[in-house]
Structures are given as C-alpha cells and as structure tokens.
C-alpha cells in the first residue's frame, strides 16, 4: 500500500508506511484541514493562510527529507491535533489561555491525544504512544525559541511562501542550504543563517507577532468568549472545524446586536487602530525570533555570536507585543 501526496513547498512525496497513511487519514489529522493556520486570515490578510493540516504533514516531510526516524515523523505529524478551531485564538478565548505564550493547545496536547483514535493506530503498529508523546526523544522536531526545529522551520517557510514573502527559488535555497548534524539543524554557512533569519524577523514583525495579527486574535476570541458566555456555543464545539463554529455564530447574529457587532469586528468591518492614549481594550501577542546555527571552517556558530546586531533583536523580539485597540464606532 503506498500513496503520493502533494505539498506546495516539498512537492510530491510517495508514503508506503501503513502507519503513516493511517494517522493521514485519521479524524483527528483530517480535522485540521478546516482549521486555518493562523487563527482568522482571511479577514485580516490578502491570502487565506494554509490549514493546520497542511502543516502538520509538512513537519512529517520535512524531518523525513532529512533522516528523521519513523516515530519522529509521527510526533511531527500529530504535533497539533489539540488545536481548536481558530488555533491560536483559543487563548484570547478562555481563561486559562495565555496571550503571551500562546500555549493553551500545548498544555491538553497529551490528553487529547490520548483520548482520540490515534493510541488504537500506533497500538496496531506496535509503536510506543508515550515515546512519541515525549518531546524529549525529538530534538530536530521540536525545541525551545530562538532553535531552529522542523515545526519553526516549516510553518516559516510555509507563511513565507503562501504570502509571497519568498518565491519557489528562495525557496528552494534555504531548504538546499539546510543540514541536520547532531540533532540540531544547521545551515551550511553564514549567508543563508542571516537571510533566513531575517525572513523569519520579517514574518513575526508582520504576521506572528504584527497589529493586523493582534487585532485578528482579540476580536476573534472577544467574539467566542461571548458565544460561550450566551451559550451560543458549546466548549465542545471549540474541537469542531472554522465553518462549524462560525456557522453556529452566524445562526445567532440577527436576535443578538452584541454578537453582531463583535463578528463585525471579528470579520474585520470595523476599522481599528492602535492607540495607547486612548483604546477600547489591550491585548498581547507572542512574539518569536531565532538564532540560527551555521558552519563556519568546521565549527559551529550562532548568527548572533557573529552579527553583534542580532543580540539585540532576539532580546527585543522575544518580548511579548502589547496592542491597544480603538475601534471606530
């Protein structure tokens, strides 16, 4: 049994394990085809950004392009199954969500996991649930900002491209210029460490971290918070897809004028600006940097050990961004 899939930046990929195609294919993975990447694009960006889904098989690509062991392709795989709808709006949405760190989905990874078909599928294949749910066991998947691992790598890329940030030729050049050498990705000399790293600077400063991206976050989650709060919506409902949670706000909309006027917000119709001197509320954004690994003469170096200036941007970008919101009425 084999099966060639698709992916926009690595191009067309033949899966023969069973395993792999079965997790593919599981409702857990095939629910993140509806979930939108950043949280709610479309109103706030000129492209729609690409689904959880797309992401989570590139992370599996990615770490098997270079060498990554089966149960590391796995973890990459079923990295982000906990999303909610809307991903990383979720933490402006409950209390126990954090603006700063965005970390809600992090935090019930393992239970989710543990409570969807997945443990059956690794069981059948004789794989180790706990092993895989171990972070630990996976170094080039995943680690600690400013490191470089699959997961940053990919989803940078990815945003990079599908919002014209970057075209198929650089594409290609960060991805040709990328080694793995002791569990840590490496980029095969300085030019490429410095022009990836300020790629990804770009990117935080205008999508992951940027005004357009708070306001997305704050009036998404605003308008969920209420949802739940009139019992417009359920938590459960949170698990479901986009289309499902906004069709549920959608069917609430004319018997409620403070629904209304937060979707409003939230579809970005209400025009807003950043105002510390005068705002209607406050929200924060996590902010990401990295500080690539490169090979200079046979030694490794981080691009801030080499260009002084990044110092100072990884001690500026790590600081969660503050907004403060005033709409127009």
Known sequence: MKEEIFDSLYGRIEIKEPVILELINAPS?????????????????????????????????????????LEEQIAGLIHDVSHSAFSHCIDYVLDEGSEKKHSWQDSIFEVFVKNSEIPKILKKYHLNLDFILNDKNFPLKEKELPDLCADRIDYSLRTAYHYGEINSKTLNYFLENLKTKDKFWIFKNFKPAKG???????LNRKYYAGFSSAVMFKTTGDCLRYALRKKYLLKNDLFKTDREVLKKIKENLEK????????????????VENNPKNYDTSCFCKSRIVDPL????GTLKKLSQVDKNWKKILIEEMKPKQYFLKFEK
């Not at 694009?41 to 690409?50: G, I, L, R, Y």
């Open 256 to 271: 409620d004028s403070i629904l209304k006027l937060l979707f409003e917000r939230m579809k970005g119709k209400i025009k």
């Open 196 to 202: 990836y790293g300020e790629l990804f600077l770009k």
């Open 294 to 297: 490169f090979e200079e003469k």
């Open 29 to 69: 993975l095939v629910r993140l085809k509806e979930i939108d990447q950043a949280g709610y694009s479309s109103p706030f960006f000129k492209k729609k950004c690409h689904s959880r889904f797309d992401h989570s098989v590139g992370v599996m690509i990615l770490l098997r392009k270079f060498g990554a062991s």
